[in-house]
T-cell receptor, first 116, second 114 residues
Framework: NAGVMQNPRHLVRRRGQEARLRCSPMKGHSHVYWYRQLPEEGLKFMVYLQKENIIDESGMPKERFSAEFPKEGPSILRIQQVVRGDSAAYFC??????????????FGPGTRLTVL | DQQVKQNSPSLSVQEGRISILNCDYTNSMFDYFLWYKKYPAEGPTFLISISSIKDKNEDGRFTVFLNKSAKHLSLHIVPSQPGDSAVYFCAASGLASGTYKYIFGTGTRLKVLA
């Protein structure tokens, strides 16, 4: 049973380009969460999605960042017009249950974004 | 505003001895706490959790203690093994903020010396 998969593992972009990060949740999981880890910091919640729905995007920067989890295919975190401050590790997690109960989130290996 | 704090960035322990990792939180609405372990270039791996209705939870070599009045939790690893060397993150969540929204500390890097 494959775990949470993220690709690419490493992504290099120049300032002003777009970055697309993909996340395939564990089989049977329909809840996806994105976190960002800046250097020397802990993971920070960005967004919680279910299939075709954004449940909570309170941790997402207001501009340039968007996320989706379509009916078919992986969840996508999209960063437009990247800046150097976007350089970070982006982790995706998934869980089988809804956000109304406590449950373990399973994390992917992360995508390391470097903005030149 | 750092709601979950891990004040020790690093810790070194001799193999076979006890490792104690500490975590403090400020929000009294948190009622579920977790510890994750992270190796370099990998994602965090769930280790152990505790609900606020308990003050202790044990799983093999790992025990988490929760002191609600002090808003403090700790992870004990006994005996410590070289393979335990990793970064350990504590995380908290609560019904008020959304049970799915984990608030992470900044991590403690544990080094177990052979």
């Amino acid at each position: 049973n494959a775990g949470v998969m993220q690709n690419p593992r490493h992504l290099v972009r120049r300032r002003g380009q777009e970055a697309r990060l993909r996340c395939s949740p564990m089989k049977g999981h329909s809840h996806v969460y994105w976190y960002r880890q800046l250097p020397e910091e802990g993971l920070k919640f960005m967004v919680y999605l279910q299939k075709e729905n954004i449940i909570d995007e309170s941790g997402m920067p207001k501009e340039r960042f968007s996320a989706e989890f379509p009916k078919e295919g992986p969840s996508i975190l999209r960063i437009q017009q990247v800046v150097r401050g976007d350089s970070a590790a982006y982790f995706c997690a998934s869980s089988p249950y809804s956000g109304t109960s406590y449950n373990e989130q399973f994390f992917g290996p992360g995508t390391r974004l470097t903005v030149l | 505003d750092q709601q979950v704090k891990q004040n020790s960035p690093s810790l070194s322990v001799q193999e076979g001895r006890i490792s104690i990792l500490n975590c403090d939180y400020t929000n009294s609405m948190f009622d579920y706490f977790l510890w994750y372990k992270k190796y370099p270039a990998e994602g965090p791996t769930f280790l152990i959790s505790i609900s606020s209705i308990k003050d202790k939870n044990e799983d093999g070599r790992f025990t988490v203690f929760l002191n609600k009045s002090a808003k403090h939790l700790s992870l004990h690893i006994v005996p410590s093994q070289p393979g335990d060397s990793a970064v350990y993150f504590c995380a908290a969540s609560g019904l008020a903020s959304g049970t799915y929204k984990y608030i992470f500390g900044t991590g403690t890097r544990l080094k177990v010396l052979a």
